[in-house]
């Protein structure tokens, strides 16, 4: 049992990794969106 608890933790260490990448992803994603909607808005001052 050892072994499979030993390699259960792997496991779970590897997924808890993997949603931090993404957590990292999805940050950065929102922070694009977000300078996008800065850009756009200081598009719409600007030609108005």
Request: aromatic share 12%; net charge neutral; charged share 0%.
């Amino acid at each position: 049992m050892g072994i499979g608890h030993w390699a259960l933790g792997i496991g779970h260490w590897a997924l808890g990794i993997g949603h931090w990448a993404l957590g990292i992803g999805h940050w950065a994603l929102g922070i694009g969106h977000w300078a996008l909607g800065i850009g756009h808005w200081a598009l719409g001052i600007g030609l108005s």
